[in-house]
């Protein structure tokens, strides 16, 4: 399984972003997907998780009700839709695919590169 994330970039505090993580073809509707976080000097942490029908969705508390995931499974393509953006949001963002509903970082098989997003005060 090939992860490819994209869409990161600069934005103001308060603004809005879509990240995506496109997957190799006939992957992305098997597995459960996460979006990880990792900012400068800091653990890899847990952002959100979808299931593989897209039918559940979990996020960590600290982007509850500002972020939102989703997966299109036909364009074998998970978003995540943040707004509200805070300083605090600025990190690395990771797509990662597991066959087991979790939220801890090794229990995800499948890792993307990751894509920046930054937010200015």
């Known amino acids: 399984v090939q992860l490819q994330a994209s869409g990161g970039g600069l934005v103001q505090a308060g603004g809005v972003l879509r990240v995506s993580c496109t997957a190799s073809?006939?992957?992305?509707?098997?597995?459960?997907m996460g979006w990880f976080r990792q900012a400068p000097g800091k653990e890899r942490e847990f952002a959100a998780r979808?299931?593989?029908?897209?039918?559940?969705?979990s996020y960590a508390d600290s982007v509850k009700d500002r972020f939102t995931i989703s997966r299109d499974n036909a364009k074998n393509t998970v978003y995540l839709h943040m707004s509200s953006l805070k300083p605090e949001d600025t990190a690395v963002y990771l797509c990662?695919?597991?066959?087991?509903?979790?939220?801890?970082?090794?229990?995800?098989?499948?890792w993307g590169q990751g894509t920046q997003v930054t937010v200015s005060s």
């Open positions: 990662a695919a597991s066959r087991i509903w979790s939220s801890v970082t090794t229990d995800y098989d499948y």
């Open positions: 979808i299931s593989a029908s897209g039918t559940v969705t």
């Open positions: 073809a006939r992957a992305n509707s098997f597995y459960h």
